[in-house]
């Protein structure tokens, strides 16, 4: 079933993967493309670095896959605290605060070589059908400009060498992940083809709280009035700028906060396949026209447990009716 709002409103509904085969689940779960293809699964438990043919193989496999659906390609996203082995010696001295560090789109544009490498691979697979590649960790627009330069030079490697490509470049997309990617998102939208909310990061650099440490784990809180904000600065700017945006952290596939993302303007949500399903059936039960000024009500908030009170009544409701 498609998923659409009771009122009519089409919601992009899309999958997280790191492997090939999570290809036949999340098209039976109803994905209508991968709004994220996580490629550190390539790079981890093996003692040397990923070549270009194999790194191609893996991207083809997907994009042949999904049969002519949206396949979005993040560029390798580790770094400080979860370098694989083989890249090591790429880091330099041990850093005193990781999640600060050296990771990401930085070190891509840090190390050409190993960026390269991964942008020839995922040109040549974008001829096979539609796809995106997504910068993470973006924090200027400088950033995304450079990544932009080294993809026309490693297109124009790939002609000589006689590779066929897409007639035009695969849009370039920015994480919106940081803070401050939020904050300058009128900028960055000026520089990328489209935005990914990336929330699981956004939340912990906002409140400078790690989820995973059990001593301020109740900190993370998607919910906090300031991460809000953000989200909605990020739709503004994209929606100024004409671009897509779509949200694949952890909270787009949680039923419970659908409502609030849609009525904060998002239209499409990437999720783990198995989360589809109860994420759609929350969609076609809601009413946009209502959702909207939920969620406005809710912006209006500066208490995290109000803004909590006034989504699970919401949903609460809707689950009546």
Do not use: W
């Amino acid at each position: 079933m498609p998923g659409v709002t009771r009122d009519g409103v089409e919601i992009r509904l899309e999958a997280n993967v790191e492997l090939a085969a999570e290809i036949e689940p999340a098209l039976a779960n109803g994905a209508v493309g991968l709004g994220l293809v996580r490629t550190e699964f390539l790079f981890l438990n093996r003692d040397d670095l990923p070549g270009e043919e194999e790194q191609y193989e893996f991207y083809a496999a997907l994009v042949r896959g999904m049969g002519g659906r949206m396949v979005t390609l993040r560029t390798l996203d580790v770094g400080g605290d979860k370098l694989p082995e083989p890249l090591s010696g790429y880091a330099g001295s041990e850093p005193a605060n990781p999640a600060l560090g050296l990771r990401a789109i930085r070190l891509s544009l840090k190390e050409r070589r190993l960026f390269d490498i991964q942008l020839a691979a995922m040109l040549r697979a974008a001829s096979l059908g539609p796809t995106r590649i997504l910068l993470p960790m973006i924090s200027t627009a400088g950033e995304i400009r450079r990544a932009r330069e080294a993809l026309d030079q490693v297109g124009r490697r790939l002609r000589r060498r006689g590779f066929r490509l897409p007639t035009a470049m695969p849009p370039v997309g920015a994480m919106i992940e940081v803070p401050g990617a939020a904050l300058a998102a009128d900028a960055l939208a000026q520089e990328a083809d489209f935005f990914a909310l990336g929330t699981n990061d956004l939340v912990q650099y906002t409140l400078a709280a790690d989820r995973s440490d059990e001593q301020v784990a109740h900190l993370y809180n998607p919910l906090h009035p300031g991460v809000l904000r953000l989200i909605q600065l990020a739709v503004e700017a994209a929606e100024r700028r004409g671009i897509p945006i779509s949200i694949c952290g952890e909270m787009a596939g949680e039923p419970r906060y659908a409502a609030l993302l849609l009525g904060l303007g998002l239209r499409a949500l990437s999720m783990a396949p198995r989360n589809i399903p109860v994420v759609k059936q929350r969609i076609r039960s809601l009413d946009m026209v209502a959702a909207t000024r939920r969620a406005n009500a809710i912006m209006d908030q500066s208490d995290p447990g109000r803004i909590a009170a006034l989504l699970d009544d919401f949903n609460t409701a809707a689950a009546i009716c």
